[in-house]
């Protein structure tokens, strides 16, 4: 499905509650918005017959990365997300994560640690609630 909308999926971790895709738009006219809406029908789809459930919630975040962020950091972000979460202590192990174009198994974890924007921003609400008060 990525292929046919344009897209290369360089990492990749399905959790029990969400789920984090780092995506490249392949051309000019790839849209994101059109990939994440034909993903999420059909996965909900699929889920939905089986669970009778909803799977998604009607909005996602995303995030564009400038020149200045390291790509490799926000892979190894993603992929960590199971080990953060005490699912397992490798991301090696864990079955719901991956990469089309890295060989990420093979290569050497980024030990300093990326925080994705809408964290960033919480932690300075935060300590400028503390410094407040």
């Avoid at 892979?75 to 699912?87: A, S």
């Amino acid at each position: 499905m990525a292929l046919e909308q344009k897209f290369r999926l360089h990492a990749w971790c399905v959790m029990p509650d969400h789920l984090h895709i780092f995506i490249e738009g392949g051309t000019l006219d790839a849209d994101l918005r059109a990939f994440i809406a034909r993903f999420k029908q059909q996965t909900a789809f699929q889920f939905a017959k089986r669970f009778g459930e909803r799977l998604w919630q009607k909005n996602f975040y995303d995030h564009v990365v400038r020149p200045s962020e390291s790509i490799d950091r926000i892979f190894w972000y993603i992929w960590m997300n199971p080990v953060r979460k005490g699912i397992c202590a490798n991301p090696r192990e864990y079955l719901f994560s991956g990469s089309e174009t890295v060989d990420w198994k093979q290569k050497k974890p980024v030990t300093d640690t990326w925080t994705p924007p809408w964290k960033a921003e919480r932690r300075i609400k935060a300590q400028a609630g503390e410094s407040s008060s």
